[in-house]
């Protein structure tokens, strides 16, 4: 990725020029094509594919999260009552994974206002996409596994099917299907590596997709209270940096209740998650959930992810659409 201060804001779709329209259409056929792989590859290994929720009382604390830069949260009233658009589906994943759909996934919507400071990192944007998917009693190698397999037949199929448009977006000779598994670090030696911005010294220095585990954050992420470990997990593109973030999930009551506690996080936003978990009817589940824009932009080349959006979601700008 370039640096921040070559990156140009993506335009919208009225202030293109036709060269510019006949990129952004090819970055587009790479997206349908990037979706129709996952899910299928989703929907082929047996996973239910529910549909999104945008409003809810209880949403993704996003903290503590290192790469959280949250502006302004959204919370309106409806019906007299507090709800928050999706700030990711995290919460609404556990439980569906626990009752009715041992297996899902869901091109969810994430609603987050980064800082305006963010409009050139080319990696953020304030509203985008994951593909989020849980398991109930899967360990985080079978979610290695899962991953890996999806991403490189994505990258295999395109490359032999989508000549064309890669060609277009230079990026036919580039884009290499990356080979399996992938390499897996601990975030300790990373740090000790790299400092603290270990997530930028990493993402340069990479060229294949790699996986970082046991990174400090959100409290549904599990956590070996024994070792001080977590086993959660991030996958970095080359370049691109962060383009999935998972983890095995907390399900133990008292577990759940102490880290909300040492977070200082809203207790009453989680009371269904701490009821379900006290009655024992949450389950040990796994899964992660991946961000489609980056994704694409990662497959197609692109200086600003929002080049893959078609109504951009630049942090700082509002358009009419
Ligand atoms: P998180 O819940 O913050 O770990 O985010 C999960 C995934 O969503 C990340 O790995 C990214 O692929 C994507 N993501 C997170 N924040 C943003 C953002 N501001 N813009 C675009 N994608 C994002
Ligand atoms: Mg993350």
Redesign the pocket.
Known sequence: MPKQELIEIPKPLDQLTATEIERKACIGKIMTYTLKSLSTTFVNKGFQWLLPVALSQST?P?WP?P??SIEKRIEIDIYGKPVRTT??M?IHKLVAASTAYPKLFILSP?I?I?KAE?AKTG????E?T?LDFEVRDATSKDVFALVEEAISTLVKDLKREMKSELTTLCRCDTLKAPKTPFKTYDRVDLEAKYGADWEAGISQETTEPIWVTNIP?EFYDFEDFKTGKWDNY??FLPQFG????GAKREFEYAKILKKIERDQVKKENYALILKMAKEGRLKPTAG????????VGWIAGVKH?AETQPFPRV?GTVNEL
Not at 242 to 245: A, T
């Open positions: 993704d996003l999260d790469g959280a700030a990711s995290i994430n987050r980064e963010r990696k953020h944007v304030y985008f994951q954050r991030d996958l962060e383009v999935l973030s992660g959930g991946i961000g489609m824009e980056r994704l992810i942090p």
